[in-house]
């Protein structure tokens, strides 16, 4: 059997591995569009930073380490049609086509860049000194332009989770960061305005300048200078880094047949099959099973690609796997801080029907008396009527285990808890690491006491 | 209605706040042998090590704390004798003796320090500089006359995890330790050979002896020293620490008419009800439902004795929750490792039925590519053939998330999840604090490419 596999991120090399996994005499061919199979992503700003100073460092594997588990990489072949009937995908190369059959097919094309309505921005790029984020290509132009430009002056366009992280790495890179976002709070997609402020007030505090509630109308080149106009007044920068979501990328699916939503992700089921037979679809460029809702959700996160990319290179190898739905969770380091969430705010539990309470409190990572204890901020969302538990955020101090701490709400959120069974949960207690309640604990303590 | 709760440590003073929240007309009294109410017994190695200066500061909440909830604390009194009958219980105090009446009762004795069978050990004291180590009392007298003898070597019996927690205590005190565990490896009850290996190394790196597999067979004073003969030999010290675990303190329970087993623990339901009405237990004095097993088990940690007083003082109050149970989730830092486990391992698994299959790996605490990944090694515990998760031991560098890490695995074991399932869960990632699949997921990877 043949399976070819569109894509070389997340999704695509989980799926590719997978099929080599349950079905080793299975022929698999990975098509990469360019020549970054399986890098990660997730680590551009850290490359950036100067944390990660080579950014071949980020592959989660090399090409060799691919090719030994037997998967035929086609590294520079850009996917441009699928013909469903007679099972052949189309793919340009250095100067030629090819013609690649298959008899099962799995997608995984991902995302690509957001790009807001701001006047002047389409008639910009990198040589400009205008740059989007999103392949390892985009952050090796990045680099090499805040080098040549000399840059000095940055403004990013965005405060979601990879806004601040550059925002960060650009700072740390020795850079003067202004932030502009249209939302009123930073991270607004992840925390309530309660917590977002402190986050705000920690990027204040490293130098970044950040302004909520920012509209960009218009950027223009004046010199070597970029000129960036926003309702609240003109900034000028060596460089703009516009950082404002993804959008699915799913153009090829969608000229071949496969259904997508008004939003254009790819629809699949729960084994995350389209509507074509023989092809299933994972990671980015699809609609995503969320537990906690009932119409699919898209939140694109390497996570989720890599879970759904397995589920789906099971199943085309055979199998019959159900992708088990996200819950949303998702963390960011910020300076000395870290904020993570899971499950549902407010609004969005509200949207879904629950009739949701969140209710804040500031618990001890550890045991007061012990030397070094920090507070973490955590809002508990639940339900009114039925206890149960539907979201968490938590922000504190690096080193104050938010990120697993997440975790346990996270497996509560998958296994419906309700609020009041985190009190009956054994979790692990030292006075140098936790309390005999721990941190989550208390904080449902404290949900029910306002209940 | 009055309640009357004897014992004054985590599960008494859980139950009486917990009476106090839910039924607050009521008369809560509770009886404390000391006049150490609510302290964290947790927290004594972190006060003898100096970290704690004030071991005052060590009280969960302070007298006028407990007090102002609306508890009747009677310090200093002695429960002696219950009349289950009459509904009295009878206590020694300065000088004398007193009755107090009750509607319903709450026993939270606790334990007592273990005395191994070591010829010498009766007859020697804190006078002798012979120590066992349960109470704030004995953390001052061994504090005191660690001082008074200006002890160098102290010869610590017994590596559970208060033996290695005061290892490292008197270690960083200034003091030559040694530690002499009769099982093979330290801390038996919580790890296999193969991680315990790694602890040892740990202690003895930062100048601890450690020997193990050694049995001690006498004690006695030469002059100002004490000589302990071993089945290994023989070694002076200023000081001996007995920390061989603890047997449940039932005897006033027992006299009184209420059901203890052959270990002597008292026999509760899962409302935390004993054989006699309207007389509750929890703590450290009773046995524990085990979430993995059939039969009760004793596990004494503060972490349960605080979930089972809170049941007890709710069903007293007139409420009717069950406690959820314990999956035996425990944590320990040592210098810079910590420890944690979940669950059960493979010989416990093995005599309770299930056929379970070990699996060790070594994954790192984040992306290797960020700076500062450390390994952690995992061990799962799987029963091979229904698959489900049925423990898990990790140990790895403090600041690696260790301690919140195990607690994924035990709300899936509480939830029953199989290893597989653990694969399923929306764990949160960012590069400096993860993996797209999570330290956790990837020890379940390696379980399942071994089965």
Same mark, same amino acid.
């Given at each position: 059997m043949?399976v070819?596999i ?6 695509g090399?989980?799926a590719?591995?997978?099929v080599r996994?349950?079905?080793?005499d299975t022929e698999?061919?990975m098509l990469?569009?360019?020549? &970054?199979?399986n890098?990660?992503?997730?680590g551009?700003? &850290?490359?950036?930073?100067g ?5 071949q ?6 090409i060799?380490e691919?090719e030994?588990?037997?998967i035929a ?8 049609a699928?013909d469903?009937?007679a099972?052949?995908?189309?793919a340009?190369t *250095?100067?030629g086509?090819?013609?690649? %059959?298959?008899?099962?097919l ?6 690509e860049?957001?790009?807001?309505p701001?006047? %002047? +921005?389409?008639t910009?790029?990198p040589? *400009?000194g205008? #740059?989007l ?12 332009g ?7 002056q940055?403004?990013?366009i %965005?405060? =979601?989770y ?9 700072t740390?890179r ?5 932030v502009l976002e249209?939302l009123?709070t930073v991270l607004?997609?992840?925390?309530d305005?309660?917590?977002?402020e402190d986050?705000s007030?920690?990027l204040?505090?490293h130098?970044?300048e950040?302004s909520?509630g920012t509209?960009v109308?218009e950027?223009?080149r004046d010199g070597?200078?970029?000129?960036v106009?926003?309702?609240d007044?003109?900034r000028r920068g060596?460089?703009v880094l516009?950082?404002? %979501? ?5 153009e ?13 992700t790819?629809?699949?089921d729960r084994r995350?099959r389209?509507?074509v037979?023989?092809l299933?679809a ?10 906690l809702l ?5 939140v694109p996160l390497?996570?989720?690609a890599?879970k759904q990319?397995?589920v789906?290179?099971e ?5 019959d796997r ?8 998702q ?8 904020v993570a969430?899971?499950?549902?705010r407010?609004?969005e539990?509200?949207?879904?029907g &629950?009739?949701p309470?969140?209710v804040?409190t500031?618990?001890?990572? #550890?045991?007061?008396?012990y030397?070094g204890a920090?507070p973490? *901020?955590?809002?508990i969302? =639940?339900?009114?009527?039925t206890?149960?538990? +539907?979201?968490?955020? +938590?922000?504190?101090t #690096?080193?104050?285990e938010i990120a697993k701490?997440?975790?346990t ?5 998958h296994k =419906?808890?309700t609020?009041d069974?985190l009190?009956d949960?054994d979790?692990?207690y030292?006075p140098?690491?936790g309390?005999?309640w721990d941190?989550v604990q208390?904080?449902a303590?404290a949900?029910?006491?306002a209940?």
């Open positions: 043949r070819l569109v894509g070389g991120s997340d999704a090399v989980s590719a591995l997978r996994e349950v079905a080793p698999v061919t990469v569009a360019d020549v &970054y199979p890098f990660s992503i997730c551009i700003p &850290y490359h950036l930073s944390e990660v100073p080579a950014w460092d980020l592959a989660h594997r090399t060799a691919i030994a588990t037997g990489l086609r590294t520079n072949h850009l996917a441009t699928i469903t009937d099972k052949v995908v189309t340009t *250095d100067g086509q090819v013609e690649l %059959g298959y008899d099962r799995v997608i995984g094309t991902g995302a860049p957001l790009r807001p701001i006047a %002047g +921005l389409d910009l790029g040589d *400009d205008v #740059h984020l999103h392949t390892i290509d985009d952050a090796r132009r990045l680099d090499s805040l080098v040549r430009r000399g840059a000095r940055v403004i990013i %965005g405060a =979601g990879i806004g601040i992280e550059m925002a960060e790495a650009l740390n020795g850079l003067e960061v202004t249209r009123e607004p997609r992840t925390l305005r309660e917590l977002a986050i007030a920690e204040v505090k130098g970044v950040v909520c509209t109308a950027i223009h070597d200078q970029l000129v106009t926003a309702d007044g003109t060596d460089a516009v950082v404002s %979501g993804v959008t699915p990328d799913s090829l699916a969608a000229s071949a047949g496969v259904k997508v939503d008004r939003r254009g790819i629809i699949v995350m389209t509507n037979p023989d299933w994972a990671g980015d460029c699809v609609h995503t099973h969320h537990v009932s119409e699919p959700s898209y390497g996570t989720t890599h990319g397995r789906a290179g199943n085309a190898a055979g199998g159900e992708f088990a739905g996200i819950v949303g969770t963390v960011v380091r910020v300076f000395d801080r870290v969430a899971t499950g549902l407010d609004a539990a509200s949207a879904a &629950y009739e309470r969140t804040q500031t618990v001890d990572d #550890h045991k007061r008396y030397p920090t973490i *901020d955590i809002r969302t =639940g339900d009114r009527s206890g149960r538990l +539907l979201g968490a955020q +938590l922000v504190g #690096h080193g104050a701490r997440v975790d709400y996270a497996v509560a959120l =419906g808890l609020v069974q009190l949960l979790l692990s030292t140098p690491l309390s005999p941190a208390l904080a303590q949900w029910l006491a209940h």
